[in-house]
């Protein structure tokens, strides 16, 4: 069974940083592009970021870009995203995702930046 | 950027019958490479979001029969022959062509 964890969220400071990491197991990882996707309850789904299987390749949305990054460690089943510079507008619910079309989804960690 | 536009956002149906919801893009979805790369999705309340199509009428494993993708170009439908309880909640497109990949604005199907 695929299996997707993600961990690292919470209460951040507007400029601040936050690491997220996503744990996988039920699938080869190292075989799969990956992607995050966050939620908010404003505006719904939004794409962030995707990797490809070897981490050459990487895409961002513009709101993003200069501010996270996001990579992967493929001998431990782990995908990464980077906050750095964090605004009240990245407060969400953030998700990893499956491949480049999301066939799976974690059940999603909570960033809230905040003073 | 690709604008993904759904309607309507909001759907109240009945148990039994059929519904349909609607996602328009801005541009056209087909790839260089001749694929659509058109995407459904549904969230349950308090739950992440599930993959039910890709490239617009391929169903996901475990995806009952009732529901089917359609379209082509700039037009795709979600249809549901005959909704059940299980079915509520909140329902979006997303495209895979281009970047940004981009969501419609969600719709909330209710009994």
């Known amino acids: 069974e695929v299996q997707l964890l993600e961990s690292g969220g919470g209460l951040v400071q507007p400029g601040g940083s936050l690491r997220l990491s996503c744990t996988a197991s039920?699938?080869?990882?190292?075989?799969?592009?990956m992607s995050w996707v966050r939620q908010t309850p404003g505006k719904g789904l939004e794409w962030v970021s995707f990797?490809?299987?070897?981490?050459?390749?990487?895409s961002y949305v513009d709101s993003v870009k200069g501010r996270f990054t996001i990579s992967r460690d493929n001998s431990k089943n782990t995908l990464h995203l980077q906050m750095n510079s964090l605004r009240a507008e990245d407060t969400a619910i953030y998700y990893c995702?499956?491949?480049?079309?999301?066939?799976?989804w974690g059940q999603g960690t909570l960033v809230t930046v905040s003073s | 950027d690709i604008v993904m536009t759904q309607s309507p956002l909001s759907l109240p149906v009945t148990l039994g019958q059929p519904a349909s919801i609607s996602c328009r893009s801005s541009?056209?979805?087909?790839?260089?490479?001749?694929?659509?790369?058109l995407n459904w999705f549904h969230q349950r309340p308090g739950q992440s979001p599930r993959r039910l199509f890709y490239r617009v009428s391929n169903r996901d494993s475990g995806v009952p029969d009732r529901f089917s993708g359609s379209g082509s170009g700039t037009d795709f439908t979600l249809k549901i022959s005959r909704v059940e309880a299980e079915d509520v909640g909140l329902y979006y497109c997303m495209q895979a062509t281009h970047w940004p990949r981009t969501f419609g604005q969600g719709t909330r199907v209710e009994i």
């Open positions: 990797i490809q299987t070897d981490g050459s390749g990487t």
């Open positions: 039920g699938f080869s990882f190292s075989s799969y592009d």
């Open positions: 995702a499956k491949g480049g079309t999301l066939d799976c």
């Open positions: 541009q056209s979805l087909v790839h260089s490479n001749g694929d659509t790369y």
